[in-house]
């Protein structure tokens, strides 16, 4: 099962953590937790690893939407991004939201998820355009 939409940049990890936080504002999204696993793991662990962040994403209309559907479902939200070092590049994924369809067989969340899903690719989509602050 697919179950992220993930995109490539060629920028440095902090200016990609940036602009993928304006892009999913520009779609709605506010970001509700990040956690930075790199310190995270260095710090409880003394584990090194790459340049790893998790941004936990709300939009509160499709989260109430989804939760008017089924309150079980908050289990799901909020959306997490990853950003994270791939190599020379830097990869942001999403969580596909269609998984909330899939794993709760609840067809009336559909809408909710196809929206998530534009809001979200169109976020991914313009990390791929040239950064107009640079």
């Known amino acids: 099962m697919r179950y992220a939409h993930t995109v490539h940049v060629d920028a440095d990890f902090a200016t990609t953590v940036a602009r993928t936080r304006a892009a999913l504002a520009e779609q709605g999204f506010g970001i509700l937790t990040e956690i930075d696993v790199t310190a995270t793991l260095k710090a409880k662990l ?3 690893m790459e340049d790893y962040v998790i941004l936990g ?3 509160p209309p499709l989260a109430h939407r989804a939760l008017e ?12 991004v990853v950003v994270r070092r791939d190599g020379d590049r830097t990869a942001v994924q999403a969580l596909d939201p269609n998984t909330m369809v899939t ?4 067809d009336p969340l559909r809408p909710v998820a196809e929206e998530a899903t534009r809001r979200l690719d169109a976020a991914l989509a313009s990390l791929t355009t040239p950064d107009p602050a640079a």
């Open 46 to 48: 003394d584990q090194d």
């Open 57 to 59: 994403a709300c939009n």
């Open 69 to 80: 559907t089924d309150r079980t479902i908050g289990l799901l939200l909020p959306c997490n």
């Open 103 to 106: 794993l709760t067989e609840l």
